[in-house]
């Protein structure tokens, strides 16, 4: 059975940095790209980053700058490198695969800058 798992969310002051972490399992992660999301209390999730199975990476017009997507396919493992971190980035995080047997999502992992 897919299953991804987060971690790494918790409480930063705005400016500072958190570094996000997805292991996947069950799959041949090495060709599969893969989303982080964002859900914000009242708003809808969000795409914040991808990465291809080739490592090729896109953000949302509201962290690039700011936010890193990497990968390790030897881990099966995606991250989320985020800098400069505002209130506004508060929210819980998710990835995201998108197979043919189906979209699976982990449990999400929230962060909250504030001061």
């Known amino acids: 059975q897919v299953e991804l798992v987060e971690s790494g969310g918790g409480l930063v002051q705005p400016g500072g940095s958190l570094k996000l972490s997805c292991v996947v399992s069950?799959?041949?992660?090495?060709?599969?790209?893969v989303n982080w999301y964002r859900q914000a209390p009242g708003k809808q999730r969000e795409l914040v980053a991808t990465?291809?199975?080739?490592?090729?990476?896109e953000y949302g017009d509201s962290v690039k700058g700011r936010f890193a997507v990497s990968r390790d396919n030897y881990k099966s493992s995606v991250y989320l490198q985020m800098n400069n971190l505002k209130p506004e980035d508060t929210a819980v995080y998710y990835c995201?695969?998108?197979?043919?047997?189906?979209?699976?999502w982990g449990q999400g992992t929230q962060v909250t800058v504030s001061s």
């Open positions: 990465i291809s199975r080739d490592y090729k990476t």
């Open positions: 069950a799959i041949d992660f090495r060709f599969v790209p």
């Open positions: 995201n695969v998108v197979l043919v047997s189906g979209n699976y």
